[in-house]
């Protein structure tokens, strides 16, 4: 019979190496050897990430906070969010752990759809929820948010906290400079998010924005319509993008 305390204790350990790894190197400068190995640790780990969702198929993030209870409006409507994006031929990608990822998850579960989990070790709150299809747990923050964009095609920002904003702002910058195609992106829930289109409508008033900027947002209360502009958008970039065939190969263990 497996060790339930010792196991924790396993877990735990690795928590909090992952944390002090991070936070050890973000310090400032260290030795050369010592900054050569956390460059492997990081390549190592997006070439696991890479190879665990080659095959997912194309995505749409759902982003939104761990801490939405299950009775919750907010964890209904991302229900309903997963189960819309499912039926539209989308692999739903969320951050792996309980609330509006959790929520998510199961919507697309029940809609016959499949769900991805990228999940950040942490020390507390973000545990893998059960309905994924397929799961990685990242170390890193910034390995999980490049995995988490480079396979989305469209983003879903459901109500949550900092860690939601950092994902909505880097979506934002993604699509101003460039650097991802125009996919869309949906603010779930108007009224939770109104201090945060104020202060978008006050960037364009300054000009530190363009309209083009913002063209691809729509911010809502209703699921049928964030879906309706998913499909208008995601899937029109999805078909424009140069499709490949992907072959599994036996002997990397695909």
């Given at each position: 019979m497996q060790d339930n305390t010792t196991t924790d204790e396993s877990v735990q350990t690795k928590r909090r190496f992952a944390l002090e790894d991070e936070r050890y190197f973000l310090e400032g400068p260290r030795s050369r050897l010592m900054e050569l190995f956390f460059t492997f640790r990081v390549i190592g780990e997006f070439i696991r990430g890479f190879r665990v969702l080659h095959f997912v198929g194309p995505c749409i993030a759902v982003f939104g906070s761990a801490r939405v209870k299950k009775d919750s409006i907010y964890y209904?409507?991302?229900?309903?969010?997963?189960?819309?994006?499912?039926?539209?031929?989308?692999?739903?990608?969320?951050?792996?752990?309980?609330?509006?990822?959790?929520?998510?998850?199961i919507g697309a579960r029940e809609a016959g759809g499949k769900t991805v989990g990228c999940n950040i070790i942490l020390p507390k709150e973000q545990k893998p929820n059960k309905w994924l299809n397929i799961q990685y747990n990242c170390r890193y923050f910034f390995v999980r948010k490049v995995l988490m964009f480079k396979y989305?095609?469209?983003?879903?920002?459901?109500?949550?906290?900092?860690?939601?904003?950092?994902?909505?702002?880097?979506?934002?910058?993604?699509?101003?400079?460039?650097?991802?195609?125009?996919?869309?992106?949906?603010?779930?829930?108007?009224?939770?998010?109104?201090?945060?289109?104020?202060?978008?409508?006050?960037?364009?008033?300054?000009?530190?924005?363009?309209?083009?900027?913002?063209?691809?947002?729509?911010?809502?209360?209703?699921?049928?319509?964030?879906?309706?502009?998913?499909?208008?958008?995601?899937?029109?970039?999805?078909?424009?993008?140069?499709?490949?065939?992907?072959?599994?190969?036996?002997?990397?263990?695909?």
């Open positions: 209904d409507e991302a229900r309903q969010m997963g189960a819309g994006i499912a039926n539209l031929g989308f692999t739903v990608m969320t951050g792996g752990g309980p609330g509006i990822m959790e929520a998510a998850s989305s095609y469209g983003f879903v920002i459901m109500p949550g906290g900092i860690g939601t904003l950092d994902e909505l702002f880097e979506a934002l910058t993604l699509i101003q400079t460039g650097k991802i195609i125009n996919f869309p992106i949906v603010l779930m829930n108007k009224a939770y998010w109104e201090p945060v289109t104020a202060l978008l409508h006050k960037m364009l008033e300054e000009g530190m924005i363009e309209p083009v900027d913002l063209q691809f947002i729509l911010i809502t209360d209703s699921t049928a319509e964030a879906i309706g502009h998913l499909k208008e958008f995601s899937v029109k970039q999805y078909r424009r993008k140069r499709k490949m065939a992907f072959k599994k190969f036996s002997l990397l263990g695909e």
